[in-house]
């Protein structure tokens, strides 16, 4: 940052990146390995989601390279948002034998929420959680988890409900 001290005046520079860190338990945090998001001319015309999501995808795809040659055999689980739900984050994490966890966002893949409300049967875990293993998205097997809660948000009840994608089998969770 620097400042014109004569007017008062600050420049402040950012830089956006993706970090993959470890989490080892207690609320310790290691970072691993970072990549900045790149954005280019390509990008000047289109909404700022689509170039978020188009940037972050593609850091990804660069971060998980540098993490699978610095850590060739550790095992990873990838926690991630809907930004995620891509064939090309799929595809790498099934080519590194990572497992995933993303988090399903209204309009990132439309079609998953969509099939996943039109299941005749899924199967419960108690009241709150309802969960689907093996449902196709494109070429791949995901498991999906749908999770409703309730909080008091500012004095009002409110249901909060999440869908997930999940390599993982829910008896191994």
Same mark, same amino acid.
């Given at each position: ?52 999501? !188009? ?8 971060? @998980?390279?540098? =993490?699978? $040659?610095?850590?060739?055999? &550790? +095992? ?22 990572? !497992? ?8 990132? @893949?439309?079609? =998953?929420? $969509?099939?996943?409300?039109? &299941? +005749? ?53």
């Amino acid at each position: 940052m620097t400042q014109n001290w004569l007017e008062n005046e600050f420049t402040r520079y950012h830089r956006s990146v993706l970090e993959a860190k470890i989490y080892f338990g207690n609320n310790i945090v290691c970072s691993i390995a970072t990549e900045t998001i790149e954005n280019s001319d390509e990008y000047l015309n289109q909404s700022d989601e689509a170039v978020k999501q !188009d940037c972050e995808s593609k850091a990804f795809a660069r971060l @998980a390279e540098k =993490i699978k $040659k610095k850590f060739p055999r &550790l +095992p990873i689980i990838i926690i991630a948002d809907g930004l995620y739900v891509t064939q090309n984050v799929l595809k790498i994490c099934r080519d590194y034998h990572w !497992d995933y966890i993303i988090r399903y966002k209204e309009g990132s @893949a439309s079609s =998953i929420a $969509k099939e996943y409300r039109a &299941l +005749p049967e899924k199967e419960t875990v108690g009241t709150n959680i309802e969960y689907q293993n093996k449902d196709m998205f494109h070429d791949f097997d995901v498991n999906l988890i749908y999770y409703r809660e309730k909080r008091i948000v500012k004095g009002e009840e409110k249901e909060i409900k999440k869908l997930c994608l999940h390599k993982l089998m829910w008896y191994d969770i």
